[in-house]
C-alpha cells in the first residue's frame, strides 16, 4: 500500500493558519499576511518561508517548521547530493533550477538518498549590490578630490549611467542610496533618477520609474552626500530575480557652482 510523504526531524516548529487550499506534509509554503499557502516560484512575494509538518485541510490550524528530513518511500526520486529547489508549480519542491526568465532560485535543501531530502530554509537577510555610474553624457566628466573621483555633474541635463543585475534569489528591494561628493557649497542641487529593467529578449524601456527633482540633502563644499533613491525602483516588474537594470542620474537644476559628483549608488536588496 502507497504511503504519503511524512516530515521527520522537524526544528522551529509553529503553528498558523491554512489558506485557501489544502496542503500536504513536505509542502514549501508561505505567509501571505494572513494565513499560509502554497509557495510559488514564479512569484518572489511567495517565497518559501516554512514547510508543512503534517497535511492539514483549508482553514484549519496546521504546523509548520524552517527544518527538517522529507521522507517518500514510495517515490524513490530523489538524488543523493543534488540541490533542491522551490518549484515553479506551487507548493512543490525540484531537484531542476526554475527556468523561467523571472523565477525565484530559492534552495531549500539537498538529497540525502532517493527517499528523504534535508530541508533547512534560512530566514531572509541583505545583499548590497553596488553599481559603478561609470557612463557619463552631456558634459559630465571625470574629476577628482583627494581620493574621491567621479564624474562631475557641471550643467543642467549632465547624467551618469550604470547597470547591474538583481540576485536570481531575489524578494524585494529595502533601500537604495546614490552616493555623492559636493564641489562647492550647493543652493539647489536637484537630480532626477529613471530605472528601467529587463530580461532577455525584453525591450530595454519596457519597464521603468523615476522620480523627478529630488534634493540633494547636504549642501556643504568637501562633504560627502548619500541621497535616499529608493522611490526610483518601486515601478511595476523593476526588482524582479534575475533583472538586468539600468541607473540614470540626471542634474536636474543648478545655479553657477552648483557642482557634485556622482561615485556610485548601493542598492539594497533581500535575497532568501
Not at 158 to 168: A, L, R
Not at 207 to 212: E, L, N, P, V, Y
Not at 222 to 231: E, F, G, K, M, N
Given at each position: 500500500?502507497?504511503?504519503?510523504?511524512?516530515?521527520?526531524?522537524?526544528?522551529?516548529?509553529?503553528?498558523?493558519?491554512?489558506?485557501?487550499?489544502?496542503?500536504?506534509?513536505?509542502?514549501?509554503?508561505?505567509?501571505?499576511?494572513?494565513?499560509w499557502?502554497?509557495?510559488?516560484?514564479?512569484?518572489?512575494?511567495?517565497?518559501?518561508?516554512?514547510?508543512?509538518?503534517?497535511?492539514?485541510?483549508?482553514?484549519?490550524?496546521?504546523?509548520?517548521?524552517?527544518?527538517?528530513?522529507?521522507?517518500?518511500?514510495?517515490?524513490?526520486?530523489?538524488?543523493?547530493?543534488?540541490?533542491?529547489?522551490?518549484?515553479?508549480?506551487?507548493?512543490?519542491?525540484?531537484?531542476?533550477?526554475?527556468?523561467?526568465?523571472?523565477?525565484?532560485?530559492?534552495?531549500?535543501?539537498?538529497?540525502?538518498?532517493?527517499?528523504?531530502?534535508?530541508?533547512?530554509?534560512?530566514?531572509?537577510?541583505?545583499?548590497?549590490?553596488?553599481?559603478?555610474?561609470?557612463?557619463?553624457?552631456?558634459?559630465?566628466?571625470?574629476?577628482t578630490?583627494?581620493?574621491?573621483?567621479?564624474?562631475?555633474?557641471?550643467?543642467?541635463?549632465?547624467?551618469?549611467?550604470?547597470?547591474?543585475?538583481?540576485?536570481?534569489?531575489?524578494?524585494?528591494?529595502?533601500?537604495?542610496?546614490?552616493?555623492?561628493?559636493?564641489?562647492?557649497?550647493?543652493?539647489t542641487?536637484?537630480?532626477?533618477?529613471?530605472?528601467?529593467?529587463?530580461?532577455?529578449?525584453?525591450?530595454?524601456?519596457t519597464?521603468?520609474?523615476?522620480?523627478?527633482?529630488t534634493?540633494?540633502?547636504?549642501?556643504?563644499a568637501?562633504?560627502?552626500?548619500?541621497?535616499?533613491?529608493?522611490?526610483a525602483?518601486?515601478?511595476?516588474?523593476?526588482?524582479?530575480?534575475?533583472?538586468?537594470?539600468?541607473?540614470?542620474?540626471?542634474?536636474?537644476?543648478?545655479?553657477?557652482?552648483?557642482?557634485?559628483?556622482?561615485?556610485?549608488?548601493?542598492?539594497?536588496?533581500?535575497?532568501?
Open positions: 500500500m502507497a504511503s504519503d510523504p511524512y516530515v521527520r526531524e522537524a526544528e522551529g516548529v509553529f503553528q498558523g493558519t491554512v489558506g485557501s487550499t489544502d496542503l500536504v506534509a513536505g509542502m514549501p509554503v508561505y505567509f501571505d499576511a494572513t494565513d499557502e502554497k509557495a510559488d516560484a514564479t512569484d518572489m512575494t511567495k517565497y518559501a518561508v516554512a514547510i508543512v509538518v503534517n497535511s492539514v485541510r483549508s482553514g484549519e490550524t496546521g504546523l509548520f517548521c524552517r527544518r527538517c528530513r522529507i521522507v517518500d518511500v514510495d517515490a524513490a526520486t530523489y538524488t543523493q547530493g543534488d540541490q533542491y529547489f522551490l518549484s515553479a508549480t506551487a507548493g512543490a519542491i525540484t531537484a531542476t533550477r526554475p527556468t523561467g526568465a523571472s523565477n525565484l532560485k530559492q534552495i531549500l535543501g539537498f538529497g540525502l538518498s532517493t527517499t528523504e531530502l534535508q530541508i533547512d530554509i534560512p530566514p531572509v537577510r541583505e545583499k548590497m549590490l553596488w553599481v559603478d555610474l561609470c557612463y557619463p553624457t552631456g558634459t559630465a566628466t571625470v574629476s578630490d583627494g581620493d574621491w573621483g567621479g564624474k562631475t555633474f557641471a550643467a543642467d541635463a549632465d547624467s551618469v549611467h550604470g547597470t547591474q543585475v538583481f540576485p536570481e534569489n531575489c524578494v524585494g528591494i529595502e533601500i537604495a542610496y546614490l552616493w555623492l561628493y559636493i564641489e562647492d557649497d550647493l543652493v542641487g536637484n537630480i532626477t533618477v529613471d530605472v528601467s529593467a529587463g530580461v532577455s529578449d525584453e525591450a530595454g524601456t519597464t521603468t520609474d523615476g522620480i523627478a527633482s534634493a540633494v540633502p547636504v549642501t556643504t568637501d562633504d560627502l552626500c548619500r541621497v535616499d533613491i529608493s522611490a525602483f518601486d515601478g511595476t516588474g523593476i526588482v524582479e530575480p534575475g533583472n538586468h537594470f539600468g541607473l540614470d542620474i540626471a542634474k536636474a537644476s543648478e545655479t553657477s557652482g552648483d557642482d557634485f559628483r556622482a561615485h556610485g549608488a548601493a542598492v539594497i536588496v533581500k535575497v532568501v
